[in-house]
């Protein structure tokens, strides 16, 4: 059986420019050969089913070589696997593309390619620079600033300038002097505006806004890494008043969200719209409990109306609990019991199945739910308790102080700790490449921790939701903030102070 190659262009960092139809035949990839200037945030949707093989190349430094790229590719493909070929930015605008489809059209390897948003035009638009505009110019043209060893720029210069439209060079940060004095022997008005454009469309991009003339030397004063682009032309004189990315209130932010999977994209949202690039590495994962026999006799017995009280204190125990619960039953089984939860993210786990919570806590944390439900509860109460093996006792402490209540506190998943397959946590952090970590519970904190070794804990900047995910933060010698209220809208206003309280810090 044949398989099949995508060749999917990821955009140029962001990972919200990954088109949708890149993100589906990510989803369903078996195998994915990936770069280097692939975004973080794409990298983490690969599926863990998929194998990763690194191809990654950048200016001086190739990790595979392109003929033995294109053999991986049939080779993958004629064992039947559905092979994802995941490039930074478009595959066909200087990515090689052509040459990786030529040796699986020779052999008759079905393909496709998903065309990417380039770094030509999205990091121009992230930095504030239109690359046409009628009252400025009426062309745009992309060149390569990459050249072959010592050989000379196969470049007309002379016809570039005559276009009097916008140039933009990609992969030339290097090649800056050449390209500036490749212009200005061409005739170019050495007044011309200039910019470089440094990692674009992620929170550390950089614009370096001069004249043809003064580029040079403005770019050795501030310092530039690459990736970068070039760009040429009166349209970058608009940076300054188109400005946007770094102007809303995370701009320029990055934050390591620790959230399980499958509860990670609600934060992941609502810090992306303020502005933050986010990287979403889960720390821990949430397992259904190995000895299930415990588990269906509850069940059973809830059925059987034994209980009065269903009590959540997390989503993920709504969601495993209903899981099971659902195998072989429906919501009708639970009668006339009430559910008990202990916040806002597990009340919306519960309206998932259609159901409302007949009691949430003033205050969202374990010790305030069991003593307040306790104050509701009739004499006598039966309750059951669908959490963690390792569940917080705060709970159960609280309930003690009902009237005779009898508390079933049934262990229904497994917290375990979990690392990245393709980033590299560690150096992320203590690289200062993140900004801010969050945690939204104390076993976030752990795994975070467990994945990071022996690292210098001080290093993080940890925002926190509730006390003990802030004990147990600066437990390890973590500076810490932590958020008014146990939400995720309050968790993400606390990452907005956090952030202005650094900005602040850094300026002095």
């Not at 990972?15 to 280097?36: F, H, I, P």
């Not at 290093?459 to 437990?475: F, H, L, M, W, Y």
Request: with cysteine; charged share 25%.
């Amino acid at each position: 059986m044949t398989g099949k190659v995508w060749l999917v262009g990821a955009g140029p960092g962001d990972a919200g420019l990954l088109t949708l139809r890149g993100k589906q035949v990510l989803s369903e990839a078996e195998v994915v050969v990936y770069d280097a200037l692939v975004g973080q945030g794409v990298l983490n949707m690969i599926p863990d089913s998929a194998r990763l093989v690194f191809a990654g190349k950048r200016s001086g430094n190739h990790y595979m070589k392109q003929h033995d790229t294109n053999r991986l590719l049939l080779e993958e493909a004629r064992k039947g696997y559905r092979v994802v070929r995941l490039k930074g930015g478009d595959p066909f605008l200087f990515g090689r593309g052509g040459e990786e489809l030529e040796l699986l059209a020779e052999h008759g390897i079905p393909f496709e390619v998903v065309p990417g948003v380039t770094s030509a035009f999205a990091v121009p638009a992230y930095s504030g620079i239109p690359v046409t505009h009628r009252d400025y110019t009426s062309s745009v043209h992309v060149i390569t600033g990459h050249k072959r060893g010592e050989s000379e720029y196969d470049i007309d210069f002379g016809a570039l300038v005559k276009t009097k439209g916008t140039l933009i060079f990609l992969m030339g940060i290097a090649a800056l002097p050449h390209i500036r004095a490749g212009l200005l022997e061409a005739g170019m008005d050495p007044g011309t505006p200039a910019a470089v454009l440094q990692k674009g469309t992620t929170a550390a991009q950089k614009r370096i806004v001069a004249t043809l003339d003064t580029l040079e030397a403005e770019c050795e004063r501030q310092g530039v890494e690459t990736p970068a682009i070039i760009v040429v032309g009166p349209v970058c004189s608009l940076a300054d008043t188109f400005s946007w990315y770094e102007k809303r209130p995370l701009g320029g932010v990055k934050a390591l969200v620790t959230r399980p999977r499958e509860l990670v994209s609600g934060l992941a949202d609502l810090l992306r719209q303020r502005g933050a690039e986010v990287l979403e590495l889960p720390a821990i994962a949430t397992v259904p409990v190995d000895d299930q026999a415990p588990v269906e006799a509850a069940i059973a017995a809830l059925a059987q109306g034994r209980y009065d009280w269903l009590v959540f204190t997390s989503p993920s125990g709504v969601r495993i609990f209903f899981d099971k619960l659902l195998e072989a039953l429906d919501v009708r089984a639970l009668g006339r019991v009430r559910i008990a939860s202990i916040g806002q993210g597990t009340s919306k786990a519960l309206r998932k199945y259609g159901l409302r919570p007949d009691f949430v806590p003033s205050v969202y944390d374990g010790e305030t739910l069991g003593r307040e439900l306790a104050a509701v509860c009739e004499k006598g109460a039966r309750l059951l308790i669908p959490r963690a093996a390792i569940g917080n006792r705060a709970l159960i402490e609280g309930l003690r102080g009902g009237d005779g209540l009898e508390i079933t506190d049934l262990p229904t998943y497994d917290t375990v700790y979990i690392r990245s397959r393709v980033i590299d946590e560690r150096a992320a952090v203590e690289s200062g490449d993140v900004d801010l970590c969050l945690f939204t519970s104390a076993s976030t904190v752990r795994g975070f921790a467990e994945s990071m070794g022996d690292m210098d804990f001080s290093k993080v900047n940890a925002v926190c939701i509730g006390r003990q995910t802030r004990s147990a933060a600066e437990a390890l010698g973590m500076r810490t903030w932590v958020s008014e209220k146990a939400t995720l809208e309050s968790l993400a206003d606390c990452a907005e102070r956090a952030a202005a309280e650094l900005k602040k810090e850094e300026k002095k």
